[in-house]
């Protein structure tokens, strides 16, 4: 768990250092303010806000499954928030920042509806 502390102060870090809608020196001198952290034998909560618009939550049991988010504002101007959960499947973020691919094409989509219904067959095995 204090892997996942450290690892939230470092993405809140890199989101500080990203933002750009206020001056440079603005962000240097941004200040914590709130942060809280409780660790305990059956899991963790935390949770950051700065004074240059980052803020960060996450919580997890003992198992190491974890859920959270994590919001700034991005060199354009924009507010970036992504959420997350991570757990024994890995980690989950969602947003409309996070990239997602292109549609597969039907050409393709009807090709695999073909294939599945006309397996192929098994051949015995040659010794």
């Known amino acids: 768990m204090l892997k996942f502390l450290i690892l939230a102060a470092l993405v809140a870090y ?5 933002t750009t809608t206020a001056s440079a020196d603005d962000d240097a001198h941004a200040e914590v303010k709130t942060m809280t952290s409780d660790v305990r034998p059956d899991g963790f909560e935390y949770t950051l806000e ?25 060199p354009e ?4 928030k992504v959420t997350y959960t991570a ?11 996070i990239p997602t691919p292109p549609p597969i094409p039907e050409y393709i989509l009807k090709a695999i509806e073909y ?13």
Do not use: Q
Request: glycine share 10%.
């Open 77 to 80: 101007g924009e507010h970036v």
């Open 14 to 18: 890199a989101a500080a250092a990203a």
């Open 115 to 127: 294939i599945k219904a006309h397996p192929p067959k098994e051949e015995p095995a040659k010794h």
């Open 87 to 97: 757990d024994e499947n890995g980690y989950h973020p969602s947003g409309e920042w």
């Open 50 to 74: 700065t004074s240059n618009y980052i803020r960060e939550e996450a919580a997890g049991d003992a198992n190491g499954n974890m859920h959270g988010s994590y919001e700034y504002v991005s």
